[in-house]
């Protein structure tokens, strides 16, 4: 039986066997944390499925634990891997009662009880059990990849969101980033309820949500489009940090504002498959509600996650200004 098999079907945990030098323990459904005997002073999480569509990751994390199991791949870090939503995934829906990504640091308090708020909770639980773990605690660099993939086209394929942070971005964090081949990095200007801002903001980790490419069904995903992730995983679990860039510089943008839908009759004024990192004009209204309505002023022209057809106070879109 295949590993993804296995985890849906609950029996992943007594399937896998890890080397003697990987201390092994599932904290929860789909959360394996991997200590290495000898410790060490890195931390990483990795996190997929947090969207139960988004199947390339979890395909991508399958492989890698398989490695890991198998001894071909070295791990040089205090790991934690965490398949989101698994009952989600079962149904290949993005969530069950509501999203996931919108729920941690708490918020999941102001969701009524479902799949997702008990899951917001357990992930919060489970995170900060493993920096309880005493080499987890003492390890200086701490780093976070969320992945997903994207529901909508992009002019960029892959790219990364980094939460807001008070603190600096770590620059060891940003070129590996740079070295995985991504097209773009996106810098956050508020607080949010992704994964990725809780483990950034409770417990100072360089976190990022990044996005792969494309959602498709499990099974249909062509592996060899994320070569570059396979790899900038491969490289970082091993400790090994050589990656180097070999597309066109990287983009940046930061984000400048949220568009936030507060009333049903809500309109986004593009068409409903807009890509992301759409260039729009300046003066253009690009969405309304009544009382409210957002324009674009120049240089504040990029559109990211145009969805106007999210739950009333959600994000239907980000506004982005290119940085140079
Ligand atoms: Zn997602």
New binding site residues.
């Given amino acids: 039986m295949d590993l993804l098999t296995l985890l849906f079907e609950k029996k992943l945990e007594k399937a896998l066997h890890f080397p003697p030098a990987l201390k092994a323990s599932w904290l929860a459904e789909g959360v394996l944390q991997l200590l290495p005997q000898e410790s060490k002073a890195d931390t990483l999480i990795l996190s997929v499925g947090?969207?139960g569509n988004?199947t390339a990751p979890v395909e991508l994390l399958i492989q890698l634990v398989s490695q890991l199991a198998l001894g071909s791949l070295p791990l040089q870090h205090n790991l934690l891997l965490i398949f989101g939503n698994v009952p989600a995934m079962r149904e290949n829906k993005?969530y069950i009662d509501n999203d996931l990504?919108r729920m941690f640091g708490g918020r999941h308090q102001n969701f009524p009880s479902g799949n997702e708020s008990q899951r917001a909770m357990e992930l919060e639980t489970v995170v900060r059990q493993f920096f309880r773990e005493p080499a987890v605690r003492a390890s200086t660099r701490r780093w976070h990849l969320d992945l997903?993939?994207?529901i909508r086209g992009s002019c960029h394929e892959q790219f990364a969101l980094l939460p807001f942070q008070a603190r600096e971005y770590a620059s060891d964090f940003l070129q590996w980033l740079e070295g995985s081949d991504i097209d773009a990095l996106v810098f956050h200007n508020a607080a949010g309820g992704t994964f990725s801002h809780f483990t950034s903001e409770h417990f100072n980790v360089e976190s990022c949500t990044m996005?792969v490419g494309k959602a498709r069904p499990f099974g249909q995903n062509d592996l060899s489009r994320f070569n570059n992730i396979t790899l900038a995983l491969r490289d970082v679990v091993a400790g090994s940090f050589l990656i180097k860039r070999e597309k066109p510089i990287m983009k940046r943008y930061r984000v400048i504002d949220a568009i936030i839908k507060q009333e049903d009759s809500f309109r986004l004024h593009i068409p409903e498959d807009t890509k992301n990192f759409t260039a729009l004009p300046d003066g253009f209204e690009i969405a309304s509600q009544p009382n409210q309505f957002w324009k674009i002023t120049s240089p504040a022209n990029f559109i990211l996650f145009p969805n106007a057809h999210v739950a009333i106070g959600q994000r239907a879109g980000l506004l982005l200004v290119q940085l140079t």
């Fill in positions: 947090i969207h988004e993005r990504n997903h993939t994207a996005e």
